[in-house]
Nanobody
Framework: QVQLVESGGGLVQAGGSLRLSCAAS????????MGWFRQAPGKEREFVAA???????LHADSVKGRFTISRDNAKNTMYLQMNSLKPEDTAVYYC????????????????WGQGTLVTVSS
């Protein structure tokens, strides 16, 4: 079992920055690929970024160049640095984990955090 806890969400103006964290506990963090997903009101959950155990990363086109995913295996923590935020980035952000390689498909992730709300005002 893996427990995931997100933090770092909040209210920010357009153009601002936030850094989300996802703290993992339970099974060996390094064995798991990690991902960030988000869900805006009335919309389906969508892929944001993912990272393998060896820090190979994948970012959605909508956030490429603005968001950066990273992980610190020694701290069992994953991060999402979000710069140049836009109102359309407003959503609940979830971290997730799965054994094996990363994926854009949320259905392939086994463990999920409770989510953290990011609100970007115009």
């Amino acid at each position: 079992q893996v427990q995931l806890v997100e933090s770092g969400g909040g209210l920010v103006q357009a153009g601002g920055s936030l850094r989300l964290s996802c703290a993992a506990s339970g099974r060996t963090f390094t064995n798991y690929a990690m991902g960030w997903f988000r869900q805006a009101p009335g919309k389906e959950r969508e892929f944001v970024a993912a990272i393998n155990w060896n820090s190979v990363t994948l970012h959605a086109d909508s956030v490429k160049g603005r968001f950066t995913i990273s992980r610190d295996n020694a701290k069992n923590t994953m991060y999402l640095q979000m710069n140049s935020l836009k109102p359309e980035d407003t959503a609940v952000y979830y971290c997730a984990s799965r054994q094996g390689s990363y994926s854009r498909n949320s259905r392939l992730y086994d463990y999920w955090g409770q989510g953290t709300l990011v609100t970007v005002s115009s």
